[in-house]
């Protein structure tokens, strides 16, 4: 067979475990040792006090099974905490509690071990007593006990603790966030925003009071309060990507435009965001507002502060285009991309992306303005002779259009260029070949055109209806490239319809496409169907069962050159079959 080169509205829930941990912070000291990041030697230096720590475990061990210490049992516990053996570790330090309980030191190592493998949450908390008992003046050991009623699910009484203590919680925690989220997981959101206002009022300068704020008031449906701390927190500092996507989202399903487009602009004018995440928004906004709002002046002008931010580097660009081609923007497409083209120079991704386009948007073209539409391609193989593939693409394209003689005559042209390309070529000469906007590889300057030209000739070959014209293209084809499959192929394959005589050198050429390309179903149909013309049916069966193991639905010409094979062997049914398979094959 003949081979062809051819975004619900979302409003910003609260989750109790990540208020919880944004409400604490760290006052206890890690205890275990932290080696060195990333230095080699550091990193050698800390495995041998590993071992060397490890091995000293057992006669610890013994030490303390005779001393019975408490500061034993706690440089034991130390060294399996150190090393990530939390179960010895808890063991350990456990008996060095029971040992001395009025040590604060060992009932603060306990209490960590037990937080930080999060079980046994009773004695977690009768630990969290007995530390106030022995010093109700540190505010780690008061926020330890907030902290043990609320992993018991003792939120009132958490909330009369967190409520008693608060001025003087203030001084090193969070703890109004912590006490509104306790007051939200108990079903009191009238206390929940007050609290929230409290911290605003708190510090009405930090951005953040006021966004926490807004989520609050959005999770007790207030709208009124969470447009209001929203837009007062943006007077501040900047909102995270996710809660401006929730803001969007809230303002638009409530068809409030108005108001969110002058929000959105404070925000784009003294914010920056990554390039992906503005075009992600420009696409949610572009998709819900109503057309005479994305085109008003307002509007406009925002959409202006979005793009102004966007990644300037061709990776910014592309996306860019991608948002354009979203919602099928033609002129903004073909803009950018005549943009691009000069912005990028010389850029062969860009100009492969202008062709593609143009394909789709641009009128095809005639013969009289044929010149002209192809206008592009011809830069794009003058600019980058290296690669062929947006040549073919487009003759493929229009090929309906300009007939085959206008084709092979463009062919012939671009043919005489490569050959003046390659006499001036100099051994060693490298084409730097761009396989992504940030990577390219260099390819062998006179191979590359070699190739180029059997290519072309290959194609030429292709397009001509006459067997003798088109096999002066295919020998001329593999005179610059004698391992071009496609051609020793389609060589074969017409060799083989017009001529017995030539059977065994189409058989050749191939047996060579094949060795080049095993699994190509194209070529083991040549193949397959070279052999039944020799009369080797059985081994032309053969290569047809490999193809359709391969391919089991190959196409109409295989299908048929099968059923000839099979009737040749004397098989008529399965040959019927084989026929009827290949008239109801929509697969050319």
Same mark, same amino acid.
């Given at each position: 067979?003949?081979?062809?080169?051819?975004?619900?509205?979302?409003?910003?829930?609260?989750?109790?475990?990540?208020l919880?941990?944004?409400?604490?912070?760290?006052?206890?000291?890690?205890?275990?040792?932290?080696?060195?990041?990333?230095?080699?030697y550091?990193d050698?230096?800390?495995?041998?006090?590993?071992?060397?720590?490890?091995?000293?475990?057992?006669?610890?061990?013994?030490?303390?099974q005779s001393?019975?210490?408490?500061?034993?049992?706690?440089?034991?516990?130390?060294?399996?905490?150190?090393?990530?053996?939390?179960?010895?570790?808890?063991?350990?330090?456990?008996?060095?509690?029971?040992?001395d309980?009025?040590?604060?030191?060992?009932?603060?190592?306990?209490?960590?071990?037990l937080?930080?493998?999060?079980?046994? =949450?009773?004695?977690? &908390? *009768?630990? #969290?007593?007995? /530390?106030? +008992?022995?010093?109700? $003046?540190? !505010?780690? @050991?008061?926020?330890?006990?907030?902290?043990?009623?609320i992993r018991?699910?003792?939120?009132?009484?958490?909330?009369r603790?967190?409520?008693?203590?608060r001025?003087?919680?203030?001084?090193y925690?969070?703890?109004?966030?912590?006490?509104?989220?306790?007051?939200?997981?108990?079903?009191? =959101?009238?206390s929940? &925003? *007050?609290? #929230?206002?409290? /911290?605003? +009022?708190?510090n009405? $300068?930090? !951005?953040? @009071?006021?966004?926490?704020a807004?989520?609050?008031?959005a999770?007790?449906?207030?709208?009124?309060?969470?447009?209001?701390?929203?837009?007062?927190?943006?007077?501040?500092?900047?909102?995270?990507?996710?809660?401006?996507?929730?803001?969007?989202?809230?303002?638009?399903?409530?068809?409030?435009?108005?108001?969110?487009?002058?929000?959105?602009?404070?925000?784009?004018?003294?914010?920056?965001?990554?390039t992906p995440?503005i075009?992600?928004?420009l696409?949610?906004?572009?998709?819900?507002?109503k057309?005479?709002?994305?085109?008003?002046?307002?509007?406009?002008?925002?959409?202006?502060?979005?793009?102004?931010?966007?990644?300037?580097?061709?990776?910014?660009?592309?996306?860019?285009?991608?948002?354009?081609?979203?919602?099928e923007?033609?002129?903004?497409?073909?803009?950018?991309?005549?943009?691009?083209?000069?912005?990028?120079?010389?850029?062969?991704?860009?100009?492969?992306?202008?062709?593609?386009?143009?394909?789709?948007?641009?009128?095809?073209?005639?013969?009289?303005?044929?010149?002209?539409?192809?206008?592009?391609?011809?830069?794009n193989?003058?600019?980058?002779?290296?690669?062929?593939?947006?040549?073919?693409?487009?003759f493929?394209?229009v090929?309906?259009?300009?007939d085959?003689?206008?084709?092979?005559?463009?062919?012939?042209?671009?043919?005489?260029?490569?050959?003046?390309?390659?006499?001036?070529?100099?051994?060693?000469?490298?084409?730097?070949?761009?396989?992504?906007?940030?990577?390219?590889?260099?390819?062998n300057?006179?191979?590359?055109?070699?190739?180029?030209?059997?290519?072309?000739?290959g194609?030429?070959?292709?397009?001509?209806?006459?067997?003798?014209?088109?096999?002066?293209?295919?020998?001329?084809?593999?005179?610059?490239?004698?391992?071009?499959e496609?051609?020793?192929?389609?060589?074969?394959?017409?060799?083989?319809?017009?001529?017995?005589?030539?059977?065994?050198?189409?058989?050749?050429?191939?047996?060579?496409?094949?060795?080049i390309?095993?699994?190509?179903?194209?070529?083991?149909?040549?193949?397959?169907?070279?052999?039944?013309?020799?009369?080797?049916?059985?081994?032309?069966?053969a290569?047809?069962?490999?193809?359709?193991?391969?391919?089991?639905?190959?196409?109409k010409?295989?299908?048929?050159?099968?059923?000839?094979?099979?009737?040749a062997?004397?098989?008529?049914d399965?040959?019927?079959?084989?026929?009827?398979?290949?008239?109801n094959?929509?697969?050319?």
């Open positions: 067979m003949k081979a062809y080169n051819s975004i619900t509205y979302i409003l910003l829930t609260i989750s109790s475990l990540f919880l941990s944004c409400g604490s912070t760290k006052t206890e000291t890690d205890l275990r040792f932290q080696p060195a990041v990333g230095n080699p550091f050698s230096y800390y495995l041998y006090l590993t071992d060397s720590t490890l091995k000293s475990i057992p006669q610890m061990r013994k030490n303390y001393a019975q210490s408490a500061e034993i049992a706690d440089l034991i516990a130390q060294t399996y905490y150190q090393h990530g053996i939390a179960d010895s570790a808890e063991k350990y330090i456990a008996q060095a509690y029971a040992l309980s009025n040590v604060v030191t060992y009932t603060r190592k306990y209490y960590s071990i937080e930080e493998t999060n079980r046994n =949450p009773e004695k977690l &908390l *009768t630990l #969290a007593h007995r /530390l106030i +008992a022995l010093d109700s $003046t540190d !505010a780690k @050991n008061q926020y330890s006990l907030l902290m043990a009623y018991n699910n003792q939120y009132d009484s958490a909330i603790y967190a409520t008693a203590h001025d003087y919680f203030r001084r925690f969070e703890i109004d966030m912590l006490l509104t989220n306790l007051y939200l997981q108990t079903q009191q =959101p009238d929940a &925003l *007050t609290t #929230a206002q409290d /911290l605003v +009022a708190f009405p $300068t930090e !951005a953040d @009071n006021h966004f926490f807004s989520t609050v008031a999770r007790c449906d207030d709208t009124l309060r969470y447009k209001q701390y929203f837009k007062s927190g943006v007077r501040y500092g900047c909102p995270d990507t996710r809660l401006t996507e929730a803001y969007v989202q809230y303002m638009l399903q409530s068809h409030q435009n108005e108001e969110l487009i002058p929000t959105l602009d404070s925000i784009m004018t003294q914010c920056h965001y990554p995440w075009i992600e928004m696409g949610n906004l572009r998709f819900l507002f057309k005479e709002v994305v085109e008003s002046a307002t509007g406009g002008h925002l959409f202006s502060r979005f793009e102004e931010q966007l990644d300037s580097s061709s990776d910014g660009q592309f996306l860019l285009l991608q948002y354009y081609r979203r919602f923007d033609t002129a903004e497409i073909l803009a950018s991309l005549e943009s691009n083209c000069k912005k990028f120079a010389p850029s062969y991704i860009w100009n492969v992306l202008k062709i593609s386009e143009e394909l789709k948007y641009k009128p095809a073209p005639t013969l009289q303005n044929w010149n002209e539409e192809t206008k592009t391609l011809r830069e193989i003058a600019n980058y002779p290296f690669d062929l593939f947006s040549a073919f693409v487009y493929e394209y090929g309906g259009v300009v085959s003689v206008q084709r092979i005559d463009t062919i012939d042209h671009y043919i005489d260029v490569y050959k003046q390309l390659l006499r001036k070529s100099k051994r060693g000469a490298v084409y730097r070949f761009p396989l992504t906007f940030q990577q390219d590889t260099s390819l300057q006179r191979q590359v055109l070699r190739n180029n030209i059997s290519r072309l000739y194609y030429k070959g292709d397009l001509t209806s006459k067997h003798e014209s088109s096999f002066i293209a295919y020998k001329q084809a593999l005179k610059y490239n004698k391992d071009n496609v051609v020793l192929n389609n060589y074969a394959y017409n060799l083989a319809l017009s001529d017995e005589r030539k059977l065994a050198t189409a058989l050749r050429m191939s047996q060579r496409s094949i060795e390309d095993p699994k190509n179903v194209n070529y083991l149909d040549t193949y397959g169907y070279i052999l039944y013309r020799l009369k080797r049916y059985k081994e032309a069966k290569v047809f069962v490999k193809l359709l193991t391969i391919d089991p639905n190959p196409g010409v295989s299908l048929l050159h099968y059923s000839e094979v099979l009737e062997l004397g098989n008529k399965a040959a019927e079959v084989y026929r009827m398979k290949a008239e094959n929509p697969n050319r």
